[in-house]
């Protein structure tokens, strides 16, 4: 289920036409025979803490912008015109055609089996999914209400910027898990002095300045 519900996404991404007949699909997959799994022997796996920090150590010291360069020299090589841009997926959970859902309860259902946890069908998980949603959107209202008391301010203030003191606005840091509500004064802003004239804009903006 995981291997016909991801083929299906990327299949997607991809603007292919995914095989969504699971009697195709097992037909398709019996023709590959991938081959055997063989560890590579110049590869170890930390199974301890120190072994955990010695391995992240080896990486920070490696030449990453070497790696990086290297990257974007390949990929500068690649020719646009073979190439396809990928198409984004919105989540729907409720969407039984898009098999969304098929893919994350296949997931979710691997992950339980390396801890032991009993698995869930579709419908259960669907159920968790749709738990997600109210806490998402209870973050979103706290943070629309944060910046309209913001806007408020500016309002009461003569609605101009300037006639309202840099002080009276505050940064808002939340966390509605633990939960934690935090405010700061904002910096201010580094200015300039710039003639408008040289970017060429009419005088109905000189008019506005003064």
Not at 35 to 55: H, Y
Not at 170 to 187: C, D, Q, T
């Amino acid at each position: 289920n995981f291997v016909w519900a991801a083929s299906i996404l990327r299949a997607q991404q991809y603007g292919i036409a995914p095989i969504i007949d699971k009697r195709k699909f097992l037909a398709v997959l019996k023709e590959i025979h991938p081959p055997p799994f063989m560890p590579k022997s110049d590869i170890k796996i930390a199974v301890t803490e120190a072994e955990a920090k010695q391995e992240e150590k080896a990486v920070a010291d490696d030449d990453v912008d070497e790696k990086l360069q290297s990257v974007m020299m390949n990929l500068a090589k690649l020719n646009k015109k073979m190439t396809k841009p990928l198409i984004s997926i919105d989540f729907e959970k409720d969407d039984d055609t898009n098999h969304h859902m098929e893919f994350i309860t296949a997931a979710s259902n691997l992950r339980a089996d390396n801890y032991q946890i009993a698995p869930a069908d579709v419908m259960k998980t669907k159920q968790i999914a749709g738990r997600i949603i109210p806490a998402i959107a209870t973050t979103t209202a706290a943070v629309a209400g944060l910046a309209c008391i913001e806007l408020y301010k500016m309002i009461g203030n003569g609605n101009r910027l300037p006639n309202v003191p840099l002080a009276v606005f505050k940064n808002g840091f939340l966390n509605l898990a633990l939960p934690f509500f935090g405010f700061s004064e904002p910096i201010a802003a580094p200015k300039k002095k710039m003639d408008i004239s040289r970017f060429g804009i009419d005088s109905k903006y000189r008019d506005r300045r003064k």
